[in-house]
């Protein structure tokens, strides 16, 4: 039974520009909705938000918040969830520890984020704030499997109005550079539990000299799930960054890092704190114990170092001539001298490596200036495919937007399938021994031979989202009847027991001569050859290249990812509507706070809401929210086609512009519409004045840019405040009210 007083749909409460852009649309759409009985509510997922509800006894009655984020887990496995769901800071350590002090300023009695806890409350603290951390949201809000592809009216207006693209040549020097042995990809060990094995498995390390640590006890496993382990040789890691080091000095390009430490927010941290280490060995070599004294911890980057080594000028003058020494650095701000090594959660593998070959495999450089580039991608699971990327466009040229073909994503997430390094079963080891998993009845599922450092994780994937996965795969084949490939790589361990349940369903449904199943490398290849063609393609794939394709092609087809289509099918029946990634959001809301202009374009929440309107109309028989949803897709082509989406500039249109022309738009749509007469009669005095007041509101939106913002916050705004800044057109607020 649905419960009355939830709202018909929830719009999630989030971070940085996407949260800045509701504040504007929000009030838009709910006086829309209001017109075919449809109730909008909130949940505040966003990283403050999490902070507060993690922290009850240390707040006043005033400052508490329930755990939104637990309440939308519970929704979202029910046939009720209706959710567009917004992109979401997935908090480095950095972030999150600027976040605590922000609202500590602000009043809120937080204990600080202890990095080396001691006492109980330290630890106690540490444990909620790790429960935030990283990609906290995202497991716990998809239950279920991912269908992202282009909107058909966005991928025609990338068509026609193409996006600029770098040109490549056949002698660049840009290359990706990976681990050959001893990562994750070559130690991994997978199998399929048994009935007998299901139940709670334990992670045990065996030391040297017998005794055991337990790293986890009570895994809970199900019988059909895929069960991995694996691990990285802490030593192969160092070797294979002093060697690529070396070699980007001897290339004459820049040295980059390319991995995800918010998604995988246990392991990747670590591996970027070896980069780190690595790069400024002869510091660490020299100065170790008072930098230890210090506190820096190279896991937090080059940025976090420099501010706690500032009084010792000795140690920073030894940076500065390390730096000065090494091969120069891809660059995240080269104005401001942010290099790829400064932030863990600066650069991430599914925004840098795309953003990096749409410019024809440049980055920039510390002159400000764009140069050939050496990928450093670690570990080899996924590398193959941006190297065959770059050896593909090297080999034929950059892609062309205007022709080329489509890539839509079916991708394996439902129930934290595939959380790879973010999550309670990853370890940097304490200690030489083995690691053994051991399920339920006693069997060792996988052991490995480790030694102290290294970093060893298991994952998972359930029989039934992989079951529907495969389905879901099929539905979309089906429906597009274009070609479609399971990024599934034999060799692999992983790979090869997902391969044993896809083979059987195809079979069982017929349609095996419909698939191919293609290791990384060789789908990547075979993909590109077929939009280059001006065909479309379908990639099935687990749920890291889910996150990896979905930025690749999408800015390679469309110039950003953050204007997809994004529906996650929820195995209860609900359904979750996602907007797109968040990409540059922090440079947005730099650029609102000093100069009032935010360029955040909100295309992909009109998607995600014309989506989210249509299936209420399916699930509750609201034929008046069916009238909204389409004349949503009709607002949406109108801004794309009359070119109202944001610009970059301050003293150009931007995001609230664009929320008028959608008001506008979506009102005309509706005025104009014969399915049903009310909201037809409800909405032409509505379309009328916004119609009738373009020059005014345009004025009052314009007349805003130029001078700096006050949000009262970053990670936490004052809601006032932000209101006041996104809503500065009175004649705009009167007409939508």
């Known amino acids: 039974m649905r419960d009355n007083n939830t709202p018909d749909i929830i719009y999630t409460k989030v971070d940085e520009a996407p949260e800045l852009a509701s504040a504007s649309l929000l009030p838009i759409i709910r006086t829309f909705a209001q017109a075919a009985g449809v109730s909008i509510g909130t949940k505040d997922i966003s990283l403050a938000g999490r902070i507060i509800a993690a922290f009850p006894d240390h707040l006043t009655d005033a400052q508490r918040q329930p755990d939104d984020l637990a309440e939308l887990g519970q929704l979202v496995k029910t046939p009720e969830a209706n959710v567009i769901k917004l992109p979401n800071i997935s908090a480095s350590v950095p972030q999150l520890v600027a976040a605590v002090k922000e609202l500590q300023s602000q009043g809120y009695a937080l204990p600080d984020y202890p990095e080396a806890p001691q006492t109980d409350a330290e630890k106690d603290a540490r444990a909620r704030y790790d429960a935030i951390k990283g990609s906290a949201v995202n497991p716990v809000l998809r239950e279920g499997n991912s269908d992202r592809r282009a909107a058909v009216a966005v991928k025609k207006f990338a068509q026609a109005n193409p996006h600029s693209m770098g040109t490549w040549s056949a002698d660049s020097k840009t290359r990706v550079a990976t681990m050959q ?56 890691l160092d070797a294979f960054l002093a060697e690529q080091i070396e070699a980007t000095a001897r290339e004459g390009t820049l040295f980059s890092l390319h991995m995800k430490a918010t998604m995988m927010k246990v392991s990747d941290p670590i591996i970027f704190g070896h980069a780190v280490r690595e790069f400024l060995k002869p510091v660490f070599e020299t100065y170790g114990d008072k930098l230890t004294a210090l506190g820096v911890n190279p896991n937090s980057g080059i940025g976090d170092m420099m501010q706690r080594v500032k009084d010792s000028p000795e140690i920073v003058a030894a940076i500065e001539k390390v730096m000065a ?320 989406s944001p610009s970059r500039k301050v003293g150009q249109p931007d995001n609230r512009d664009s929320h008028y022309w959608f008001a506008r738009y ?27 007041n373009e020059s005014a509101i345009l004025a009052e939106l314009l007349a805003v840019q130029g001078a700096p913002a006050d949000l009262g916050g970053y990670y936490h705004t004052d809601a006032d405040k932000t209101a006041a800044v996104m809503r500065p057109s009175a004649t705009l607020n009167g007409i939508i009210g």
């Not at 094995?197 to 055991?212: F, K, N, Y």
């Open 181 to 236: 042995a001893n990562d994750f990809y070559s130690n991994e060990r997978s199998t399929t539990l048994t009935e007998a094995q299901a139940g709670p498995a334990r992670i045990v390390l065996t030391q040297q000299d017998g005794t055991e640590i337990v790293l986890k006890d009570g895994v809970e496993y199900h019988p059909g799930t895929v069960v991995d382990a694996t691990f990285m040789s802490a030593k192969a």
């Open 666 to 692: 979506w009102a005309e749509a509706l005025a104009a519409q014969t399915e049903d007469a009310d909201i037809a009669a409800h909405f032409a005095p509505i379309a009328s004045a916004l119609a009738e």
């Open 325 to 644: 020494d090494r091969p120069p650095m891809y660059m995240v701000d080269s104005d401001r001298g942010i290099t790829n090594l400064h932030v863990p959660s600066d650069v991430i593998i599914d925004a840098s490596m795309p953003a990096l070959i749409r410019a024809g495999g440049k980055g920039w450089g510390p002159d400000n200036k764009q140069h050939d580039t050496n990928c450093v991608i670690p570990d080899s699971s996924y590398a193959p495919v941006y190297d065959e990327t770059i050896e593909y466009f090297k080999q034929t040229g950059a892609l062309d937007p205007s022709t080329s073909g489509a890539v839509q994503n079916i991708g394996l997430m439902a129930q934290k399938a595939e959380e790879y390094g973010s999550h309670p079963t990853t370890f940097e080891i304490p200690a030489d021994g083995t690691v053994r998993l051991i399920a339920a009845n006693g069997d060792v599922l996988h052991e490995h031979n480790v030694e102290a450092g290294d970093i060893w994780r298991a994952a998972s994937a359930r029989k039934a989202p992989i079951e529907d996965w495969v389905k879901l795969a099929i539905e979309r084949q089906k429906a597009e009847g274009c070609e479609a490939i399971f990024w599934l790589d034999e060799n692999r361990a992983h790979d090869a027991q997902l391969i044993a349940y896809v083979k059987p369903i195809l079979e069982a449904h017929g349609v095996a001569d419909k698939f191919q199943i293609l290791a990384p490398r060789a789908a990547t290849r075979k993909t590109l050859e077929t939009i280059r063609e001006g065909k479309d393609s379908i990639a099935i794939t687990g749920n890291v290249l889910r996150d990896y394709l979905t930025d690749l092609f999408p800015i390679l087809e469309l110039g950003t990812s953050a204007k997809m289509l994004s529906i996650v099918k929820l195995m209860q029946g609900g359904g979750l509507f996602e907007t797109g990634a968040g990409g540059s959001a922090p440079k947005h809301v730099q650029q609102l706070v000093e100069e009032n202009h935010l360029r955040w374009d909100s295309l992909g929440e009109f998607c995600a809401l014309g989506e989210s309107l249509k299936f209420l109309a399916d699930v509750r028989s609201n034929e008046k929210a069916r009238v909204l949803g389409k004349a949503v897709e009709e607002a949406t082509q109108g801004v794309l086609d009359h070119g109202r």
